[in-house]
């Protein structure tokens, strides 16, 4: 769907799915899955362990985890790229020989770093997400920076420019509690 309408509301959709879903079936200090994540109050999840208990989950569910990674970024037709999840990550774009880093300690602080590591320059239009759990406009710095940007009708902060290697756009977020 994002393909075909890019909307950060899918996107907040699809954190949301991942943060509080996904992630959450498995044990951050073993690796271990568990079968469901129960919500009923007095509940609490069960994690499978190493020799005793294998779900379905356990075998099939695994491959959530390498998918990650499928939606961190997406592209258009020409020269523009999302940024759509904050993960830490590396992009390679083959196509139009852009490479970058993605760095951020998301959701403990408050910000994500892209710098660009390719050698040569390239024209782009980078468009990050606006989450709706920012209620603020963040603040955004091009090469140390401040600049002004606003999200458009689709919910993406646009910053257009001709990028190159040791470029960077750090984005500070207002994180606040909501429901």
Request: aromatic share 14%; glycine share 6%.
């Amino acid at each position: 769907i994002f393909s075909w309408s890019p909307s950060s509301v899918l996107m907040d959709y699809y954190e949301r799915a991942l943060y509080n879903h996904i992630l959450a079936s498995q044990n951050p200090e073993n690796g271990m899955m568990c079968y469901f994540v129960p919500l009923r109050m007095g509940t609490k999840k069960q994690f499978s362990d190493s020799f005793n208990t294998f779900t379905c989950c356990v075998g099939s569910g695994v491959e959530n985890h390498s998918k990650y990674a499928e939606q961190i970024y997406s592209q258009d037709a020409g020269n523009t790229l999302f940024v759509n999840l904050f993960i830490p990550s590396a992009l390679n774009w083959k196509e139009k020989g852009i490479m970058l880093r993605q760095e951020t300690a998301f959701p403990d602080n408050n910000n994500t770093t892209l710098t660009f590591q390719q050698a040569k320059a390239a024209k782009l239009n980078i468009r990050i997400r606006k989450p709706s759990w920012n209620a603020v406009m963040p603040v955004v710095f091009v090469n140390g920076k401040k600049v002004l940007t606003e999200a458009d009708g689709t919910g993406y902060y646009s910053i257009a420019g001709v990028f190159k290697k040791g470029d960077s756009i750090r984005v500070e977020f207002d994180m606040q509690v909501y429901a």
